[in-house]
């Protein structure tokens, strides 16, 4: 399987739309997914927005589970690689990344002019 490396900086906004949920190789049996270094692999669902309103959600399996991650964070993707896949009648793309990381949104602003009024 050929892995094709994503420039994410031409995805727009990447989002959390389903939080980290550990990956089974087998459901049945529940079989948790391990990387070749025996780190648990875990599935992010991923919200892309590009240009006006379209918005596609991506499933990105990931090695070790992804810290600060909650629903609606806005979240940073590296070493995203997508791979095309086949199996019989049934093809498709799957994800994967070596990281997610939740973008640090600024801190709130202090000092005299960030909170008005209130003064005596």
Not at 14 to 29: D, G, H, Q
Request: glycine share 12%; aromatic share 4%.
């Amino acid at each position: 399987m050929q892995s094709i490396p994503v420039d994410t900086s031409r995805l727009g906004v990447l989002r959390c739309a389903v939080e980290p949920e550990t990956k089974y190789s087998n459901y049945e049996n529940r079989e948790v997914k391990k990387d070749r270094d025996g780190n648990t692999v875990y599935t992010v669902g991923v919200m892309v927005r590009q240009e006006g309103r379209r918005v596609s959600v991506i499933e990105i399996a990931v090695p070790g589970e992804p810290k600060g991650i909650v629903e609606g964070v806005e979240v940073r993707v590296t070493g995203l690689e997508a791979f095309a896949w086949s199996m019989g009648d049934r093809h498709g793309v799957s994800f994967r990344a070596s990281a997610i990381t939740p973008v640090a949104t600024p801190a709130p602003a202090s000092g005299p002019a960030a909170g008005k009024g209130g003064g005596a």
